[in-house]
């Protein structure tokens, strides 16, 4: 359509007769004739003049004609308008068909003129438009690429891509990741963006939406954020009436630990770490703790090498995040943290509190999926650990009957060592430790402790603390001694303190801690202490005990729990 572009004409070609002056009728002029070409070429206009000059002056039609061309020359304006209408639509419907661009990742020049891009995944070496310079070009940023896969605008750097976690630094720069969901993991380049950025390993950073290259930093991963705990001096004297259970640490761990060579030629397997188990507050965090400071003293005595521990203590709940993936990630992440410490040559312990939460067999329930991936993956991260090699797995429950056993085999954490509750010698011996010699006391610590003990395990009215109802029918009573532990026994002490110290304020007098103070201390604490569940419902109460609950009905307080806490803070 687009040959048709003549203007209307409304003047007469030049090499045409002018009609002002057209050769008179019957003159004797001769006609030319013109060529078909010739006419071809003249538009309706032109046409139309050239006959109205070949008519005699004042013909009757002259007048006709001249309203013929007025005619013929607004159709012809109109066909033009409408020429340039179709011309222009045509532009539009020639640009909505042609296809799109690819958007593709700069990754490399090649030449002057080509460049390494990916484009969907997959690579291209691409030619560059040459109205584009190379030297333009930013590894990382986006490429417009027309149908030939030519270079031909250069785009910004993409804003938004996956986020992953950077694992290690290879020496050339380049960044290997893992992959958050899947198994494989990926070495990356950065980008321009970040070649001279300061990187290291735990870092966030986000991918291009081809995930070749690090575009940018986006915070540090919640590595830093889990508690690092700070091991204190914690001899094993320091833990009351848990000999058995210290005993059994020391033999699993520090022999091996300490004789390593030993272990290596008889080709003893060692474990990787074990599994405290027992009612809460106990002292399983005490424990593993203390195995951390000692295991640090003695291989110091033992070969003078220091290696600095490192604690990280996590609750098994915290790991269970809602987020696909996020849980599988951290314990990924915990594992990562340990070794990577332990290659610094620190002593790196790795303490799950509440781990049945994680590590429960795959029981159905809300996080079912998450336990069933959970479960294997902690296995194979275990099982990828190197006895010996300064990292120790320390797993804390009050359910160990919940964990799945696949973690319980030989090899992994193959050793059970159960936390008792404190027996009255057990108890008496941590009230010792925490009636030290340097506080204001009436009496000597050994008496004052021996005293509260005693009273604490007294099997009388008094001391009735919970009713339980079997299922057979018959019903029992369980006493304070039954529920006693370190924690409430430090709790005891603490309150006791308190207690005098408000005697001291009332009195003005400078007073120490007596044995009434204790025992007063020790009746507030078995009605407040917060290890106690503050409602009357079975299943909480359950959770201190080790009753099978099949078997039981009904386990709540004998005096029913008061929701209001008097007497909180100093009495
Ligand atoms: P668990 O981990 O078994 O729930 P913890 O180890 O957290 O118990 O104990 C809580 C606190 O109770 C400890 O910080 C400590 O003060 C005290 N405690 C518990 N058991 C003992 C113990 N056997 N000897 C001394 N203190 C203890």
Known sequence: ??????????????????????????????????SRETLDALSTLQLLDMIVAKLPPRHPSLLDFVYLRERITGIEEMNFEAQRAIEKLDAIVEKLRSPAFRVGTFLMPIQPDTAHVCVSGTDYVCRLDPQVPLSGLQVGQRVLCNEAFVIVQGLGFDRSGPIVRIDELLSDGRLRIGQESGLSQLVIQRSQL????KLKPGLEIRLDANQRIALEVVGVSRRTERSL???????????????????????????????????????HTVPKGFLLYGPPGCGKTLLGKATAFNLRQQILKETGQDHPEFFLHVKGPEILNMWVGESERQVRDLFAQCRERASEGALAFLFIDEAESILGTRRAGRYQSILSTLVPMFCTEMDGIEPLRNVVIILASNRADLIDPAILRP???????????PDQAGAQKIYEIYLTESLPLEEKPQELAAAVAEAQFARKEENAFLEVSYRSGKRDLLYRADLASGA??????????SIAIRRSIDTARETSINRDDLLLALKLEYDENDLFPTTDVTEDWMKLTDFDPDNVIRLGPVRPRRANKPGSGIV
């Open 411 to 421: 090899g992994r954490i193959d050793r059970k060592i159960r936390v008792r509750r």
């Open 488 to 497: 409430i026994i430090s709790a005891v002490v603490e309150r006791a303190k």
């Open 194 to 197: 970040l070649s001279k950025e």
């Open 229 to 267: 705990e700070k091991v204190s001096s914690l001899p094993w004297q320091s833990i009351g009436g848990q000999d058995e259970a210290v005993q059994a640490i020391r033999d699993t761990i520090e022999l091996p630990f300490l004789h390593r060579d030993l272990f290596r030629r008889f080709q």
């Open 1 to 34: 359509m687009a040959e048709h572009k003549k203007k209307p004409a409304s003047s007469i070609p030049s090499d045409l007769p002018s009609p002002k002056h057209p050769p008179a009728a019957g003159s004797g002029e001769t006609h030319e004739f013109l």
